[in-house]
T-cell receptor
């Protein structure tokens, strides 16, 4: 039962470096999300995808890029890392069919990213 | 105005107390509503969905007021293990597929 797998769990970047946060799910979910959570704050939506080949911006997309070439994978790319991107990043997925609601989001265990 | 807003608290209550959280949402077209629980440094986990008719799960009761655009979570007979951050989440509205979270309400239950 892998569920949603995120890698890496921790990462320290220098200002200006780039990296990709990996997210994969094995539940055949069509919806996938990337959130960031700053200390003491809620989750802010960065990007989401309703299916392979379809992505859309959330509340805070600047400085990030995503792709969804397969149903399973939804990597998040940080270009030119900045201290403001220091945060915990959560990937999540859910299954939505027709009029049914995506009742439950399955979350990965998170990636703690520090940009120094 | 934020799409989803919560009182961040913190709420500090003794064991056995009843505590209630509210969460307001701005988009009247929002379709589905949820409460998640998050323990420190962990991923959020679904606590319960919120239905129009209200729903109850043991000590937890969730309600939806569409006219006033808020959802609520009531916890009765609080336990130490209820200490966590409670996040409301709202689905739908103007953006298909988008699930938006509030900033979370911190609850601490003390002996």
């Amino acid at each position: 039962n892998a569920g949603v797998t995120q890698t890496p769990k921790f990462r320290i970047l220098k200002i200006g470096q780039s990296m990709t946060l990996q997210c994969t799910q094995d539940m055949n979910h069509n919806y996938m999300y990337w959130y960031r959570q700053d200390p003491g704050m809620g989750l802010k939506l960065i990007y989401y995808s309703v299916g392979a080949g379809i992505t859309d911006k959330g509340e805070v997309p600047n400085g990030y890029n995503v792709s969804r070439s397969t149903t399973e994978d939804f990597p998040l790319r940080l270009e030119l890392a900045a201290p403001s991107q220091t945060s915990v990043y959560f990937c999540a997925s859910s299954y939505f069919v027709g009029e049914q609601t995506n009742e439950k989001l399955f979350f990965g265990s998170g990636t703690q990213l520090s940009v120094l | 105005r934020k799409e989803v807003e919560q009182d961040p608290g913190p709420f500090n209550v003794p064991e056995g107390a009843t505590v209630a959280f509210n969460c307001t949402y701005s988009n009247s077209a929002s379709q589905s509503f949820f409460w998640y629980r998050q323990d420190c440094r962990k991923e959020p986990k679904l606590l319960m969905s919120v239905y129009s008719s209200g729903n109850e799960d043991g000590r937890f009761t969730a309600q939806l007021n569409r006219a006033s655009q808020y959802i609520s979570l009531l916890i009765r007979d609080s336990k130490l293990s209820d200490s966590a951050t409670y996040l409301c989440a709202v689905y739908g509205g103007t953006s298909y597929g988008k699930l938006t979270f509030g900033q979370g309400t911190i609850l601490t239950v003390h002996p």
